[in-house]
């Protein structure tokens, strides 16, 4: 009779789970990861140090395109540091998309709820898209929003180090996305 542990890895392996330490980063390779992410003042803006690394399944639009292409043949336990400029990341402020809103409105949405400067909300835009808001300035009858990703125009750093690298399970290729470090 196996032990749990031998049935896991049974499990695993006959689910696509085998990690081969050799394995290269390439199309929906799981890949576990920690990273620093730093604005271009060098203060940290993001990180998994200290947590769990981040896990995603490569090339299914989890990450910035332009992070993927340098994580792209990489192998675990390789370290890197990649620069994204804002036309590769979050693109730069669109100045049309940071707009005035009565209170009257804004309050149909969040009710009586505390607003603050940085609160995100979801916002109906055109063909009822919804759209992520940031409050940036709250006045006595407005309130000033900003459609803009809190990262666009923004260099970012990221230093980077790729713990584990593996094929997905049957599960995570049906569904397209990473569950797990270790499936």
């Known amino acids: 009779m196996a032990t749990n542990e031998e049935a896991m890895n049974e499990e695993a392996m006959n689910d696509g789970a085998v990690n081969d330490g050799a394995m290269l980063i390439d199309d929906d390779a799981v890949v576990a990861m920690h990273y620093r992410l730093l604005n271009g003042f060098g203060e940290l803006i993001d990180g998994s140090q200290g947590e769990l690394p981040l896990v995603?399944?490569?090339?299914?639009?989890?990450?910035?395109?332009?992070?993927?292409?340098e994580l792209t043949g990489r192998r675990a336990g390789e370290a890197l540091q990649v620069?994204?400029?804002?036309?590769?990341?979050?693109?730069?402020?669109?100045?049309t998309l940071i707009q005035e809103w009565p209170m009257e409105?804004?309050?149909?949405?969040v009710g009586q709820a505390p607003l603050f400067e940085g609160m995100r909300l979801k916002a109906l835009g055109k063909e009822d898209k919804s759209r992520l808001v940031t409050v940036v300035e709250i006045g006595e009858d407005s309130v000033r929003i900003d459609g803009n990703h809190p990262l666009a125009g923004q260099v970012l750093y990221f230093e980077i180090t790729v713990v584990q690298v593996r094929p997905p399970t049957r599960t995570e290729?049906?569904?397209?996305?990473?569950?797990?470090v270790n499936g």
């Open 105 to 109: 409105q804004i309050r149909q949405h």
């Open 173 to 180: 290729r049906e569904q397209g996305y990473a569950t797990a």
């Open 83 to 95: 620069t994204v400029y804002p036309e590769d990341g979050y693109g730069y402020s669109d100045e």
């Open 56 to 69: 995603y399944m490569h090339n299914t639009n989890a990450l910035l395109p332009a992070l993927e292409r």
